[in-house]
């Protein structure tokens, strides 16, 4: 018999910490809410009142993801309020691509041993990104798992759910050859591609996060700590009017090669001009680091569009008038072809 009674904390789990971690952010968390969340923060689950006045027919849509490896950097330079913005951010994304809004949020928060500091920093980022997108931060799960998890090491991952009315839902019409592609900007890497990233620039070319990005006035962590936008508030409204939005393609894990697909007919091809932007300089720097091929580059990252909007031939001028003026940066980038189910960057 050891001489000393073992406790939970003794093995690397600190449930008092997690509490006052907790209890830290509450106030951050409930400014979230409003009067459709019923019951306070600590229940076992989460109580939402589903009331959608606005719907004929109302459609609930989930997605789930985490910010894989970019936590990796996030630890490197030491800075993790972004990443709750980029669970929160991809998350709405994800689903605004069936034409939903976000209702509420849920996330999950793994780490070896929990500092209060990083996890409080985290919740922070993810209630402000709530905030912006009206969304509720409903609940959520904080583990510690010494043994699972390096030390140093965290997981972030995030669960959402919205709505949408059946005659709303994305895609919907019948795009066809002709119609054009709006790129919507990206403003680094988002959520994607971190672990090429990694080994191209840090393993590579040896470089660290503190390097300056050659051009710019920034180093490489802030770079790819740059928290993924939000496209929401641009683009919903724009879904509840005839603006010819056909579908949305949200540039994740695949690229364009692999998202664009998803939102179209299988009797067209999309053509994709990379003239029609310019690459952001930390994708260039990647590439170059690693000698990384250009169809990979395309494959693995955004490459500087993080949404593409299928329009409408006759009306895409005014959907990009109205996004630039809504503060993002949009332009026709291509367009449907006649043809088989892919994509061709030329």
């Not at 509450?26 to 600590?42: A, F, M, S």
């Not at 001028?317 to 996004?323: K, P, S």
């Amino acid at each position: 018999m050891p001489e000393e009674p073992l406790t939970y904390r003794d093995a690397g789990v600190d449930i008092d910490e997690a509490g006052r971690a907790l209890r830290a952010v509450v106030d951050r968390i409930q400014q979230t809410h409003d009067e459709r969340v019923v019951g306070g923060i600590g229940a076992f689950g989460g109580l939402f009142r589903a009331e959608f006045p606005d719907c004929e027919r109302p459609l609930l849509v989930s997605s789930i993801d985490g910010v894989g490896t970019k936590t990796k950097v996030a630890s490197m330079v030491g800075s993790y309020r972004g990443l709750g913005k980029d669970i929160v951010n991809h998350c709405v994304n994800d689903i605004l691509c069936q034409g939903a809004r976000p209702l509420f949020f849920l996330d999950y928060f793994a780490t070896s041993k929990l500092e209060a500091e990083v996890f409080q920093e985290v919740l922070s980022g993810a209630a402000e990104a709530c905030a912006e997108a009206g969304i509720a931060l409903i609940g959520g799960e904080t583990a510690e798992m010494p043994g699972v998890y390096h030390d140093g090491e965290l997981d972030l991952v995030g669960a959402i759910v919205g709505v949408v009315d059946q005659g709303r839902m994305l895609p919907r019409g019948e795009p066809k050859a002709g119609d054009a592609l709006v790129g919507i900007a990206s403003n680094g890497l988002h959520t994607n591609g971190f672990s090429l990233a990694r080994r191209a620039l840090f393993e590579i070319a040896g470089m660290s996060v503190r390097d300056p990005v050659p051009g710019l006035e920034t180093t490489i962590g802030d770079e790819l700590l740059r928290p993924h936008r939000c496209y929401l508030n641009a683009l919903y409204p724009l879904l509840q009017e005839g603006s010819g939005i056909y579908g949305l393609a949200h540039i994740t894990g695949g690229g364009v090669y692999d998202n664009l697909p998803r939102v179209l007919p299988l009797d067209v091809r999309a053509v994709i001009d990379r003239r029609s932007w310019t690459v952001l300089p930390i994708f260039r720097l990647i590439q170059d680091a690693g000698g990384i091929p250009e169809s990979e580059m395309y494959r693995a990252f955004n490459m500087g569009i993080g949404m593409v909007a299928v329009v409408d031939r006759d009306l895409a001028g005014a959907v990009v008038q109205r996004l630039n003026q809504a503060g993002e940066a949009a332009a026709v980038i291509g367009e449907l072809q006649k043809g088989s189910h892919d994509v061709q960057i030329l």
